[in-house]
Structure formats: C-alpha cells, structure tokens
C-alpha cells in the first residue's frame, strides 16, 4: 500500500524561455557515447549529459525527485538505459503529458513509475507546480497534491498492469509471482 | 461503440476491456526471436528463469534470417547459442535456410487472422497483412513472453486512411507505399494503427498487402491492415483518432531518395541518375510476384555491364515458386546474382553493402545513411529497379 503514495520535489524541465521542453530524445538523456556502461550504478552521472541546460541535473538531483517534462519524452532509440539513469539517482518517477512507446515499455517493465500529467502548460503556466515544491502522489488513484502550495492536481492512474509490475518490482519479478 | 481491427484482435486474446488507450494483459498465440536480439532472450530467460521451461514450446520459435548462414563468427555462435537453448525445451527452429521470419510464419499458417504474434523484429507488424497483430519488441519483453505466454500492450488509437482513386497502370505496390510514406510521414499514424481503406488498396494481392505493411515501421505507426477484402472488418460504429483521405489518381511511380523512405518523388525527377548496383528483395519486395515482374522486364535484356544486379528470395518456398517458373533462369540469363533467402541485401551482412560513393537502387524499406553500407540508396518497386539495371541509370520499363 505504502509503495502507491509517494513525495518528492518536483524539478520542472524548462528550456532557458521559461518553457517546458518536448519530444526530449533518448540520446539527449543519455547520449550514445555512453552505451557501453551496463552497470546501473555507474550510468547516473550521465543522465541529461546531452540536454541544453540541464547537464548538471546529475548533481543537483536528490533522491525521490520528481521530474517533470513536456510531451514525448524518451523519442528515440529503444536504450534501456535512458531509464536505468534515473533508476540509479534514485528519481522518483516521471511526469508528463505522453511518453514515446518504447521509453514507456521500457521504463514499465523495469518497475519505474512514469505518469502521465493532465493539463501540464495551464499548470505551468498557471505557477501551479514550480521547481522545489514538494509534491505528494497516488499512483493507484492519480491525486496528486502540491503540497507546498496547498493545491490539487491530476495524473493518470497507473493501469493494472502497470501497477502489477511496479508492485513487483520489475516484468521479470511480477512473471515469477503470476507461475 | 464499436472496435477497431486492432481493439477486436486484442480484445479476442485479453480478459481486459481492450478500447485503445488502455493497458491490457494480451495472449500470444506466438513467441519468437530471431538471430539478432534471440541471443539475448536467451541469456535473459536462463538468467532470470534458469532451467525452468518456456509456458509452450509449441508457441515459441526461432527464425534465423537476418544473416543467414552466418557469415560472422559473432552470428554463428549466436546462433548456435539459440540452437542449444531450443533443442533443450523441444523448441522448433525455422533455421537459415528458411528465409524472412514472418514470411515464414505466414507460410506456415503461425501468423493468422486475429492472431497475436511478438518477435524481436521491428517489422514484425507486417503480419498486419494476413490481419494478424504482429509486434517487434526488446528482448526482456520476449525472453518474458517465451516464459509466460502472454505480454501487456497499451491499446493504440486506430486512424482511417481513405484512399480515392486509381494508381496509373505503371504503379506497382511498392509506388503505393512509398508515396503512403510521403504523406503520411513520420507523424501522421504514429503510435496508431491505420486502416486502409479504398479500391487501390482492396484489390492488392497478398504480395502488395505485404509490401504496404511492411512499411509501417517506417511511418512510425503501430502496424496496418488493410480490411476490405481481408479476413477481419472494423465495426460501423468503430471510433477513429484520425480520418485521412488521400488522392492516388494517377499515381506514378514513386522513389524514395536519400536519406530517408519518407522523401519521396516521382521517378520523372529521378530519371537518368547513374546507379552502381541495384537490389530485389526484402521482406518488403520479397515474394514471388516481384521477381515475376522483374523477370519480365529483365526477359531479353542484360543487366548492364557496370552495374550489379542482387536478388535475394524472401524465403525458400519463393525460390522453389522461382524455380519451377523459370523466373529464375530468366534472372541468371539477364546477369544478376541471385542468392539463398532470408534478410540479405537489406541487413548488414551478405550481399547487402555499398561502398563510399556507391550508388543502389533496392526494393528494400530503408535507406538511412549508413544502412546498407556507405554508399547512397534510392527504394523503388522491382519493375523500376530491374529496369534501371538495364539502363545503368533510373528509370521505367518504358525508357527500355
Ligand atoms: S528484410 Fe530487412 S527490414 Fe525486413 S525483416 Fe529482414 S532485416 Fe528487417
């Protein structure tokens, strides 16, 4: 049950205009040039290395952070490690309006929570989630509340299936519970 | 409301309600890896799974296509890696000498209508042909899927392609899907199925279904099918994310240029471009209708002698059909090289690269930079490749 609430601070991907960035690649969040690194642990320093303005997230990053993009994000390759990045800074999920298909399966099967926000720009626009607020959310049921401003707002819930994994752990955990 | 193809096929195999957007449990009818990403089901299973044994080895199969026999010692030991783990669960193995996997499965009556079908092959949805649903994953997502027989698939949005008109006699299937590619893009079906709709497409043959299809990769869409005509309809009340009308009347054939299959212009500005090679073959122009054409138009010509002419079945029984057609003699007779089947030609490995300031023209479905080797690569249907042969140059049957 624990594991469906969640609470982190939310870091608001803008662009150096003020605005949320979209169709964020796999290569922009951790560029090809880092494809022989397999150990998880090792791929956090990485994460963003190629996105304009954002090269330092590695550092500024604290645990259970909430990462929140515009549309598309992780376009692109189909490299697990996209995901793994934040995996080992221990993000604590992903927010945004649409995910590319393989980022998502991806990110699904590995147990690490990507949701998809409703009404991102009026919310940005609005000031209703700045970077640093602290954000409280329900995987199961999609509440989620700004909890610095004293404000709800709302994510997809995860499907069943979604959650079934992430319960688990990751596809292959959850494939030996259901044999 | 009613379904679309892909709500109904994934609704037939899911306890969950399958309206596109949702995520739902899906049962395979069929689970396969090839010889590029199999090795690594393998590692996964065994490493996840040790010795336990897939949910049914009669669902699951290898297909080796992609560089077959292997010409690397890298392929071979993958090879053989795959071999030893089927051999050990009772797993069949459509081996290298039986051509393109999912021509294959079609062939063999595993892909079938309203079946559900996953490979580690990003033109698995080409089974949208025979109205299957056909799906290229990763190799955690299939080393999953040999040990449980089932997957979860967010339902995608179905958009409808209208198209009005008749293609010009000269149009082949491939002029069709090369100009679906220009104008449909990289966006317009993206992670949607499309349905196609309209009399140049109701009369296309299983060849040309599976020419179209094939190519949905490369428009970015889920997989297409193509209902009227085939084994499964949408329901009247189905709903739509998108309703596309195109106009193809008089539609001549199309090429796609450098660097990707989504710029494409009419063979009238094309003509007269020096060409180096030339190529028949994928899972694109792979059966035995595109070699027939292309005999008929190599029948009593001579491929020039500068250029280099490669053709490569799509599988074994279409090099049997060729053989007992006397299309292949007609091949041979003309000066072009025809090799064992499978994915030669399109791949890396074979006889598929060019070198530095090489120019080919293929029937193959992409033609990124770097793709087929260093040269530069044009797609065409097989009458404007097996012409342009003959002519050294870009051209149409007609320029002979
Ligand atoms: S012919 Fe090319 S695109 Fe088709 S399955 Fe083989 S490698 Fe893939």
Redo the contacts between chains.
Sequence with gaps: MDKDIRQGRAVVLLNEHGKIIEDIDTDQIFHNAHLHITDIAQMGPYAFGNLEGWKDFPKNCGEGDILIAGRNFGAGS?R?QAVDCFTALKVGAIFAPSF???Y???A??SGFPVLKIHDLEALIAGKGIVTDDVIRFDVRSGRAENVTRGTAFKIEPM????HD?FVAGD??KY??R?? | MGRTIIEKIIQAHSRDDAAAGRIVWMDLDVRSARDFGGPNVVKNFEQEYGGAAPADPRKTFFTFDLCAPACSLKYADNQQACRDFARKHGIEVFDVDRGVGTHVMIEEGLARPSGTVVGTDSHMNILGAVGCFGQGMGDVDIAFAFKTGRTWFEVPESVKVVLKGRPSAAAEAKDLTLFLCRELGTKKIALRSAEFYGEAVRNLALSGRITLCSMITEMAGIIGFIPENGPIVADGDAAYADFIELDIDGLPPQIAVPPSPNTVRPLADLRGTRIDSGFIGSCTNGRTEDFARAAEILKGHKVKKRVMLKIVPATRRVYEEMLERGILETLFQSGAIVVNPGCGGCAEGHVGLTGKGETQISTGNRNFPGKQGKGQTYLAGPAVVAASCVAGEIAGPEDL
């Design positions: 189909s697990q590319s298909a393989i998502f399966r991806n699904v099967n499907s069943p299936v979604q994994i596809l292959f494939g030996k259901i044999k």
